[in-house]
């Protein structure tokens, strides 16, 4: 089965600086690579999401990248702000619906004022 | 819509109480699932439904555990006799037809002393 593997578990960094959390994956067949945000007290809420038929998406001040060939997606936040803090969940999924979704373990983002 | 309802939204127990834990989907979406989130393994996902039917039950840790859904909106997770390890947070979801989008519950904290 697929395997995500995700990195650093911690992120800190000062308001206005970027961010970058790692994601890798085991299945080659995996097309698709979704993010989850979750704040405080909340469940996980999807925010950017990139197919493997691309290798950048942007929205706004996020943007999600894509390696095929080295099986790792990443995710930027550039700028960022306060309400940037949260756990965000990289996902990979081989297709057909939700239930083929594997998630990596989170990382804790911390925006220092 | 009012997203995916969870109730209740902390349960404190002692050891070897039944819990129930309750989940209302998206009105229409026909996939439900259950996840577990704890620090150390991240989210789990324990089972999930398809059209009111149970497809993948693997992720359930042991006969403790057993889900239903009698309709299209409502579901119930139960642990019985709970043990201290079970305490985590469980989230509902759901999604619709192959769409691979999760919306998520607000999460139950379940606590077992």
């Known amino acids: 089965g697929e395997n995500v593997e995700q990195h650093p578990s911690t992120l800190s960094v000062q308001e206005g600086d970027s961010a970058v959390i790692k994601c890798t994956y085991s299945?080659?067949?995996?097309?698709?690579f979704p993010w989850y945000k979750q704040e405080l007290g909340k469940g996980p809420q999807l925010i950017i999401d990139?197919?493997?038929?691309?290798g950048e998406k942007k929205d706004q001040r996020i943007a999600v990248t894509l390696n095929k060939t080295a099986k790792h997606f990443s995710l930027h936040i550039t700028e960022t702000q306060p309400e940037d803090s949260a756990v965000y969940f990289c996902?990979?999924?081989?297709?057909?619906?939700?239930?083929?979704?594997?998630f990596g373990k989170g990382t804790h983002l911390i925006i220092q004022p | 819509d009012a997203g995916v309802i969870q109730s209740p939204r902390h349960e404190v127990t002692e050891m070897g109480q039944e819990v129930t834990l309750r989940c209302k989907p998206i009105s229409g979406h026909d996939y439900l699932f259950w996840y577990r989130q704890t620090m150390m393994r991240g989210l789990e996902l324990l089972i999930y439904?398809?059209?009111?039917?149970?497809?993948?039950d693997s992720g359930m840790p042991e006969d403790r555990f057993s889900a239903k859904m009698p309709n299209a909106s409502f579901s119930t997770l139960k642990i019985q006799p709970s043990e201290p390890r079970d305490s985590a947070v469980y989230f509902c979801a759901s999604s619709f037809l192959t769409s691979e989008k999760l919306f998520f519950g607000s999460g139950t904290q379940l606590s077992v002393l």
């Open positions: 990139i197919r493997s038929n691309v």
């Open positions: 299945d080659s067949a995996s097309n698709y």
């Open positions: 439904f398809n059209n009111n039917v149970p497809i993948d």
């Open positions: 996902a990979a999924s081989s297709g057909g619906g939700a239930d083929g979704l594997t």
